[in-house]
């Protein structure tokens, strides 16, 4: 019997593959001739001045805009989430989730979502009656019921307190984790990409101008990267010199 000859093992599929990205707005060049690859499972923090081009990527990447040049390579309809929820307020949570699913599959969907970032039981509730991290649950819930291949998330936890923020970083790596998207996370918090990233990118003048790998090693030696992007960032982060007086 003959055998089948051995196949070359394939490369593996990316969640988005991004190359010569290019957007401006008049004259002015936001995003300039960018390239980005993104593994499915990966988790990427991009961080980098006010103004440099974050958004403008993101929103280039989830289709909301249109681009001047490049390619994008990607699942047809990336997720996303905002810093602020933008649940409907008239809509009760199941169908805040399964916005756009027929009912009879929307629900069940719906329910199983919504007990994923525990909030089970509660999808005949409000909008309104939500705290912050709740409402962000949702909109992750809601982010996540189409197994999007690729999650853009736009400083989603910004707004919420620290306890709640740490809460909704262990969630989502168990998300990510189960789901496998390749996710780009825009965040200003340079301790949420350390905790929560598996690369750390730079934007500067609409580019990428700086990757770090956050390596088991390197959480180890936060502390030292931590003043490496606040550095990349602009950000003189030597620790102030002591106001109290020393006792002799
Ligand atoms: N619709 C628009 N029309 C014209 N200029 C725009 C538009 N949207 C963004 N810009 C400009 O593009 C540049 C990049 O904006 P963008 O929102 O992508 O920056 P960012 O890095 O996300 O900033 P931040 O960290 O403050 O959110 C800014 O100078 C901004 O003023």
Redesign the pocket.
Known sequence: MSQSPATPSAPPRLAVRVRGLRRQ??E?V?VDDLDLDIAPGEFVALQ????????????ALAGLDAIDAGQVDGPAQPAVVFQEHRLLPWAPLWRNVALGIDDTRGRPLAEAALQEVGLAGRENDWPRRLSGGQAQRVALARALVREPRLLLLD?PFAALDALTRIKMHLLIKELVARHQPGVLL?T?DVDEAIAISDRILI?RHGRIAAAYPVTAQAQAQRLRLRQQLLQELGVDSRPLASTTQAVA
């Open positions: 707005y008049g002015r936001v980098g001045e006010s103004g440099c081009g974050k958004t403008t990527l993101l929103r400083e825009v200003h934007m």
